[in-house]
């Protein structure tokens, strides 16, 4: 009974089939829609094959034909996002992967594994082909992080790997791919036609579209009969999501002469980057609500008590070159100590002597400060990597003492700032958890 148990456990689900085509299977039965995947469940197709798969948190994750691929772990928990683990593996052929809810609130948490690379995601939408020997990578909207197998990255890692061998790439970057040999740790930028995964393995007609109005590296491909039958998917899968399905189109309209507009084109404000305490520490309660904060701003990233925000407006572009550094503006701090037995005690700590310096030409920073605690003062530092849109990632820390966590974004606002969460080992016992604004 115990042994049912264990395997009902690590058979969880995690997603549904939502369309088939051809050749397909799941597990050794045939792939039929409507039929629930679990974790770690084989799914292939043959040369006509597709499944679409709706994750339980409203990704996508699509095989095309010849392709051999699983989803080998989907946990997620609402109540702590830093907590969710989630990993996908393409054993051969092309898929897409689009990330759902859980995956844009634990981006640290996903990794997606071919024979060769681990990638990791920026909130993201992008199609990978792999074989034993090569693993290319290209994205639809947002942004990956991909790199070899090699030193610390390894295939059972979780969340991207970081570090110099890894290399990032966006959606803006259009017509450009990453491509991984084995044994090779940092990927080539390629021009991406004619290796494109869209090109080894063109998506269907009726594949569902990215939102963010970017294109894949392919022109629309014909739609045959089976593509005809199912030309409402696009409208079952946003009827799952729980979104509006979009208007029929009417056919082509006459043109109607009108006149020029006088009307100025609104302009949208900065974005601008914020934190906030989401949990009760040391007897102080939640600064913040979660929810109610992610209805206003959008939610980057969770580290321990504290959440990076992102308001509306027009998103930072990091420059091509240049640097700038900011001094420690606000801050709030939260030191854990370890007895033992399941024994801690969590207490504030103050934070002095700060600095952040960004090179944009390197596209990395490097921040420290000094963690002031009740009997004494600490240093910590991290060294990472600047994104396009200014987001700044450092997961170096591994354990090592003084060796901080850091996520945080950059913005234009009082001509320029940063705000920035963090999490690292002060010594044996004591960790730090806290938060900083910089300008």
Excluded at 185 to 205: E, I, K, N, T
Excluded at 228 to 241: C, D, P, Q, V
Aim: glycine fraction near 12%.
């Amino acid at each position: 009974m115990l042994a049912c148990a264990a395997q009902a456990v690590h058979a969880a689900d995690a997603g549904k089939i939502i369309f088939v085509a051809g050749n397909a299977k799941a597990g050794e039965a045939v792939a039929r829609e409507g039929a629930s995947v679990a974790e770690g469940q084989m799914l292939s197709t043959g040369s006509d094959g597709f499944i679409y798969v709706k994750t339980v948190d409203n990704g996508l994750f699509i095989l095309r034909p010849n392709t051999r691929a699983r989803i080998v772990t989907y946990h997620i928990d609402q109540k702590n996002p830093a907590n969710t683990r989630i990993k996908l593996e393409l054993l051969s052929g092309v898929a897409r992967s689009k990330s759902g809810e859980a995956v844009k609130l634990a981006r640290q948490n996903f990794r997606f594994n071919t024979p060769v690379a681990a990638i990791g995601v920026r909130g993201t939408d992008f199609t990978v082909f792999t074989d034993d020997e090569t693993s290319r990578v290209a994205v639809i909207s947002g942004g990956v992080v991909v790199s070899g197998f090699a030193g610390a990255c390894r295939p059972d890692g979780a969340g991207p790997c970081e570090g110099e061998a890894s290399r990032e790439l966006s959606a803006a970057q259009r017509g450009q791919l990453l491509q991984v040999r084995r044994g090779q740790a940092a990927p080539q930028v390629l021009p991406s036609s004619p290796l494109s995964p869209d090109q080894v393995s063109p998506p269907r007609g009726d594949e569902p579209l990215a939102k963010t109005g970017g294109a894949s590296a392919t022109a629309p491909v014909s739609v045959g009969v089976e593509a005809m039958k199912s030309a409402g998917l696009n409208t079952a899968i946003e009827r799952l999501a729980g979104k509006p399905a979009p208007a029929p189109n009417p056919g082509p309209v006459p043109p109607v002469s009108t006149p020029p507009s006088t009307e100025k084109p609104s302009t949208l404000p900065e974005s601008t980057a914020e934190w906030g305490r989401w949990q009760a520490a040391a007897g102080r309660h939640a600064a913040i609500s979660l929810s109610e904060e992610r209805k206003k701003n959008e939610l980057l990233a969770l580290s321990g008590y504290f959440a990076l925000f992102r308001s509306p407006g027009t998103e930072y572009v990091a420059p091509n070159n240049g640097s700038i550094g900011f001094s420690l503006r606000g801050n709030e701090a939260y030191v854990t100590t370890e007895y033992g037995f399941g024994s801690t005690v969590v207490a504030p700590a103050t934070l002095s002597n700060g600095s952040l310096n960004v090179d944009f030409g390197l596209r990395t920073f490097s921040t420290g400060m000094d963690v002031a605690t009740g009997s004494d003062v600490v240093r910590v530092t991290a060294n990472g990597t600047v994104m396009g849109d200014g987001r700044l990632y450092s997961n170096d820390a591994e354990g090592r003492f003084g060796i901080l966590n850091v996520q945080g974004l950059l913005s234009n606002e009082r001509g320029g700032s940063a705000a920035t969460i963090f999490e690292g080992r002060l010594d044996e016992t004591r960790t730090v958890n806290g938060a900083a604004t910089w300008r």
